[in-house]
């Protein structure tokens, strides 16, 4: 069988890309958040939802084992058939295309709105698409290392806003617990699961992992690191900003904005800056070579690169068109929409594929199948 | 083969040269061409249903220029305007038809409100604050007491050219020194308007007025001074109406119960001798309230523990040889902390405005009671809840001398 990719990825490299693609949505919009309608509680459902996700990223990885040389594209087509394992293989690269779109508009979003209002948006997501092309393109090596180096800036960066605003920390904003009881923690905790689920990427990405042994170890390391960053960025937020919190377009963004440090160290909402662009370009490569790879398997083309650029275009172009405004970008990353549509195509694939690979029984033999 | 690479060999200094060169962007401003708005303040304008803005934006060019060897202070290093709107995002724009500059908003301090627009409510107003980019939350609220925002503007320091960095200096003084202001955070205010059984409260300031003859050296020369301003205190707001104001004492008693004591003096009379009095300097407070519900009433509980150094005495003493002095001091010291509490509750309920946040803190203690049989009627609750003081005084210190100097007769 061809090789449409041919780099390797280590497992610290694979957990850094996944945690950077899991603190895209808590640094620039935060869905959670602006669900939450207890948010002295956000702590929990923040915690409550990484627990419940690390179940799904396993699945993923068990199945994925199975088949150590072949991504999730190629062996839905080996359990499936042919014709229903691409279609499988065909929504997942539009799930993936989605996710590069709507990243893509909320970073422009953030710019237009935190800092260069007039610029038009287009701009933004044209300059950050196709740098993330241009990475996607080298290959699943390229975005590996670059996450691998910007996971440490990013790091720091998200370090910092958690700890500089200590003097308008109100810790007391953190009580009652569970006054109104969990019921209200549903659809928070539903938002906190469903941008887990985008780690079903992983299934693209295992066979190039250099020692798979690793896999099931970093991805769950990968699941509890960015859960802990985003808990704690929720204790933070709610600590500073209490009941108003969920009001807030971009929280982490206004949280590097409460930062004073004796009327010196202030206006470095920068920070914030840098955590978004580095984390959305690292996510939007792995995205797009996801698709871009996925692609090229479903239509049995030998080379992924020259699909990269076109699905980029194609991406922003979905990126403007999906939303008219922030607002419908914001409603669409709630539960009731992105969770949802998240939750079916993610669930709904694994446990497709998961069945017809208990169906029959013995997995089908082919090259590269374990048995 | 070679007709590529030469392409590129041309191409790529080309893509060089142009993006070192034309780094322009769309949203670009120039620091020539804006004007940092240092405070801000709003008011009723005399059109119905508008508001009037205003603001004080810093001269640079004016910062420097009296720093000369003339020592003139003729040109203001600020510029007070105003404008008018519907809304306060309307007046913002409407200042560009009087500044030049693009006022800035970044650097804004303070958000003033004049007491007869404050009455009315200023919620509406701080949604511009908090929403637009260049304004932050940090931004202090202060309602002049019987002024209008713009007046209160227009005061000036006689130590500070710019006349926010004078409030500001004022405000960490008072913060620091007194305990006698109430002090809010647009952060603060609007969580305060959100929460639960938790009313906002902001800094209180009056004008004090420029005697006109009064003038000797060192004063600023220019022709018309608008006063100075003063920190009296704090004001109090139901939800986000101005329903009254509390004077230096009451302001401490609302700082001791919340916690926000650092120092300041209590004067106490001197224990067996009339007319005289001590002055007692605080050195630190820690005060805890708990809120509990007994047969369906609400009592709170306020713990107060200060500690002080004797500051200066009238009158002979000798701490030495009189222990149960140093004693009866400080249980006047205590009893002055208590009053400054019950005046600040009693003023509070009065307003039926639960700056304390006794409310907001039944809440996290007993969320159950609180949303069953509290939250729907806490205005009229709040007005009769019972506080009792406990407070531990200690007194320290008594200076460098352990007695003081005893004037022949």
């Known amino acids: ?371 | 083969m070679l007709g590529k690479r030469a392409l590129r060999a041309a191409v790529l200094p080309l893509i060089a040269t142009i993006m070192a060169t034309a780094t322009g962007c769309w949203s670009r401003r120039e620091i020539e061409t804006i004007g940092f708005v240092l405070a801000a303040g709003v008011d009723e304008a005399q059109e119905e249903g508008k508001i009037q803005l205003t603001v004080l934006i810093a001269k640079p060019f004016a910062i420097g220029a009296g720093m000369g060897t003339h020592g003139t202070t003729e040109e203001k290093p600020f510029w007070v305007v105003s404008s008018t709107g519907y809304t306060v995002f309307e007046a913002v724009r409407n200042l560009l038809s009087q500044s030049p500059r693009r006022p800035f908003w970044a650097h804004n301090r303070f958000v003033v409100v004049g007491e007869e627009f404050a009455r009315k409510g200023i919620g509406d107003v701080l949604d511009w604050f908090d929403r637009n980019g260049e304004p932050r939350r940090r931004a202090w609220i202060v309602a002049a007491k019987g002024a209008k925002a713009s007046d209160l503007l227009q005061t000036e320091f006689e130590l500070e050219r710019m006349p926010p960095e004078g409030a500001m200096g004022l405000l960490k003084a008072a913060r620091t020194g007194l305990s006698t202001v109430g002090e809010d955070m647009l952060n603060d205010f609007l969580q305060r308007l959100e929460g639960e059984g938790i009313d906002p409260i902001a800094t209180r300031a009056e004008i004090i007025p420029r005697p006109q003859e009064f003038d000797i050296r060192g004063e600023l020369k220019r022709e018309k001074v608008g006063g100075s301003l003063r920190l009296t205190g704090a004001a109090v707001f139901r939800d986000d109406r101005l329903v009254g104001w509390l004077n230096k004492p009451e302001t401490r008693g609302f700082n001791w119960i919340t916690g926000k004591v650092r120092s300041g003096i209590i004067v106490i009379e001197k224990p067996g001798e009339e007319g005289k009095f001590i002055g007692l300097e605080i050195l630190r407070g820690k005060s805890a309230f708990k809120p509990e519900v007994k047969d369906g009433r609400v009592t709170v509980t306020v713990k107060v523990e200060a500690e002080a150094n004797v500051g200066d005495v009238q009158g002979f003493t000798d701490f030495i040889k009189s222990p149960e002095l140093w004693a009866s001091m400080e249980r006047r010291m205590a009893t002055v902390i208590e009053n400054e509490v019950q005046a600040a509750v009693a003023k509070a309920q009065e307003f039926g405005s639960d700056i304390f946040g006794f409310g907001a803190e039944l809440n996290r203690r007993e969320p159950k009671k609180w949303a069953d049989e509290f939250r729907d009627r806490w205005d009229e609750e709040f007005r009769d809840i019972d506080v009792q003081v406990e407070v531990k005084a200690r007194l320290r210190k008594s200076g460098l001398v352990l007695r003081s100097t005893r004037i022949k007769k």
């Open chain 1, 1 to 371: 069988m061809s090789k449409v990719e041919g780099g390797k990825v280590s497992g610290r490299q694979l957990m850094a890309v996944l945690v950077l693609s899991r603190v895209v949505p808590i640094t620039v919009a935060f869905p959670m958040i602006t669900e939450l309608q207890v948010p002295q509680d956000a702590w929990i459902a923040s915690l409550l939802g990484t627990l419940l996700s690390v179940p799904f990223v396993l699945l993923v990885v068990r199945l994925g084992l199975k088949f150590p040389d072949k991504t999730i594209i190629e062996y839905s087509e080996l359990l499936l058939g042919k014709y229903l394992g691409k279609l499988v293989g065909l929504i997942l690269v539009w799930y993936w295309i989605s996710v590069v779109a709507d990243v893509a508009r909320e970073l422009g979003e953030a710019y237009t709105i935190a800092i260069m209002p007039e610029t038009p948006i287009l701009v933004f997501m044209t300059v950050t698409a196709f740098l993330a092309a241009n990475a996607a393109r080298n290959g699943l090596e390229v975005v590996g290392r670059m996450g691998e180096n910007g996971v440490w800036v990013v790091l720091f960066f998200l370090i910092v806003m958690f700890v500089l605003p200590y003097d308008e920390m109100r810790f007391r904003n953190l009580a009652p617990v569970l006054a109104r009881g969990v019921r209200p923690l549903a659809a928070p905790t539903g938002t906190v699961v469903s941008f887990f689920l985008q780690f079903i990427v992983l299934g693209m990405v295992l066979p190039y992992l250099n020692r798979p042994k690793d896999a099931a170890r970093y991805s769950v390391y990968a699941v509890l690191a960015s859960g802990i960053l985003m808990t704690w960025l929720t204790v933070v937020l709610v600590a500073v900003f209490g009941p108003t919190v969920s009001h807030l377009a971009m929280p982490a963004f206004s949280l590097s904005r409460m930062i004073s440090i004796a009327d010196f160290l202030e206006r470095i909402e920068a920070i914030t800056m840098g955590a978004w662009t580095l984390s959305s370009e690292i996510k939007l490569a792995l995205f797009l070579w996801a698709s871009a790879v996925g692609l090229a398997q479903v239509f049995g083309v030998s080379r992924f690169q020259p699909l990269v650029y076109p699905l980029g275009a194609i991406a922003v172009s979905f990126g403007i068109l999906f939303f008219e405004s922030t607002l419908d970008l914001q409603r669409f990353l709630q539960f009731k929409n992105f969770g949802l549509y998240s939750l079916m195509v993610t669930l709904g694939t694994m446990g497709v594929l998961y069945l017809a690979a208990l169906l029959r029984g013995r997995l089908p033999v082919g090259p590269g199948v374990r048995r």
